[in-house]
């Protein structure tokens, strides 16, 4: 199945500072990549949808400039928090949905195993 | 948009019982319905999804029904296992041509005893 893998899985650091997650799409190309933000004990909030070559698409409340998403390629999304504060610790994933349209897993998003992130 | 609600919030069952989970949504337009369980500090794992032109679809021990009409779907998991406790997600999402709009439901701790 396809597969889908967030680098670091777990991150601590300094508030002030950045803070890069990649997420990337394994055995598969993926034109649409997603940012969710997941509090303890919550669900999954959609912060971006990120599409290969062009701007990402922000969630209302969700502020661009903190989070910066880049998607270079079809198998490869970035997401910078940028200046973290504590407020911003949480767990990140992102999924990823095939390129194939049509295809049987077309529908689907696969999610990669999330990023803890906290902010000192 | 879209409005997913899930229910209940937590469920404990007897090892070898079985569990549901019930969703609704409000935007008749979203065509495409997961489930997911995700285990503690780890990412959703898609575990059965179905198609809004689908009643019923199933997979072992695990099923899943959908009621447009009443716009609302279900998850079934029969014959529990302890290894089957997790958090447990639907979704409705909107496909439309290359747009893709999710809306995850609030979750279920499932807890098998055994």
């Known amino acids: 199945g396809a597969v889908v893998s967030q680098h670091p899985s777990r991150v601590i650091c300094k508030s002030g500072t950045s803070v890069k997650i990649e997420c990337r799409s394994l055995?598969?190309?993926?034109?649409?990549m997603f940012w969710y933000r997941q509090f303890p004990k919550q669900s999954l909030m959609l912060m971006a949808t990120?599409?290969?070559?062009?701007?990402?698409?922000?969630e209302q409340g969700v502020e661009k400039d903190k989070f910066l998403i880049n998607h270079a390629s079809l198998t490869l999304s970035t997401l910078t928090v940028t200046s973290a504060h504590p407020e911003d610790s949480s767990f990140y994933i992102c999924?990823?949905?095939?390129?194939?349209?049509?295809?049987?897993?077309?529908?689907?998003?696969?999610f990669g195993p999330g990023t803890r992130l906290t902010v000192l | 948009g879209e409005n997913v609600e899930q229910h209940p919030s937590t469920l404990s069952v007897q090892e070898g019982d079985s569990a549901v989970i019930k969703c609704t949504y409000s935007?008749?337009?979203?065509?495409?319905f997961p489930w997911y369980k995700q285990e503690l500090g780890k990412g959703p794992q898609l575990i059965i999804d179905?198609?809004?032109?689908?009643g019923e679809k199933k997979d072992q021990r695990i099923a899943v029904t959908l009621n447009k009409t009443a716009k609302h779907f279900s998850l079934h998991i029969t014959e529990t296992q302890p290894e089957d406790s997790a958090v447990y997600f639907c979704?409705?999402?909107?496909?439309?041509?290359?747009?893709?709009?999710?809306?995850f439901g609030t979750g279920t701790k499932l807890q098998v005893i055994p």
């Open positions: 990120s599409n290969e070559g062009s701007k990402a698409t922000y």
């Open positions: 999924s990823a949905r095939s390129s194939l349209a049509g295809g049987d897993s077309y529908n689907e998003q696969f």
């Open positions: 935007d008749s337009a979203s065509n495409y």
């Open positions: 979704a409705a999402i909107l496909n439309s041509g290359g747009y893709q709009k999710v809306t």
């Open positions: 179905i198609r809004s032109n689908v």
């Open positions: 055995d598969f190309q993926a034109t649409t």
